[in-house]
């Protein structure tokens, strides 16, 4: 293998792709099991004094499971891009397929997570201020939709990072 090709091509490279799916997959679950358990505390609290209140307003909790779908279909996206090495050892994975797919998991986990934030922390307190007046039901349900948007750009721009590759030739 030629120094040029063992610069683009490291045995390292599957690393950072490997990496990739690890971001992509666990950021966003993060994100989900936020805005999951900050919603589900909000639903308890209001579902005390208005129980009839609790199925309509488990919207957020819906959402939140979204983000780790997100990032799930990126996961599995990454990880069917990387290649097996060669029996000596040659990689024909690039370094810039690496980053690429690294900045994809990233795009996505990191994305999913804030989204996941905000939907834990709107959804807690749009549920509880659902069950003193209902007229805000719509009012909290479109400001989860631009919390869930955060997560849906971030799967967007995963989705064409994912695509960016180089392969190496053989040597």
Do not use: W
Request: glycine share 14%.
């Amino acid at each position: 293998m030629t120094t040029v090709s063992y610069e683009t091509c490291p045995t390292s490279a599957p690393f950072f792709g490997f990496m990739g799916v690890t971001a992509a997959l666990c950021f966003a679950n993060i994100g989900a099991a936020y805005g999951t358990a900050k919603s589900g505390v909000g639903i308890a609290s209001m579902g005390v004094m208005h129980p009839g209140l609790v199925i309509k307003n488990i919207i957020p909790v819906v959402m939140a499971g979204v983000l780790g779908i997100y990032g799930l279909i990126v996961a599995v996206i990454i990880q069917g891009s990387i290649t097996v090495p060669s029996s000596d050892g040659a990689t024909k994975y690039s370094s810039f397929t690496g980053y690429a797919h690294l900045s994809a998991g990233l795009c996505c986990g990191l994305s999913g997570l804030a989204a996941g934030m905000a939907i834990g922390i709107v959804g807690d307190a749009g549920v509880r201020a659902v069950g003193q007046q209902e007229k805000l039901f719509v009012g909290m349900i479109l400001i989860l939709i631009f919390a869930e948007a955060l997560g849906l750009y971030g799967l967007i721009v995963a989705l064409i990072l994912s695509q960016q590759s180089f392969q190496c030739a053989d040597a």
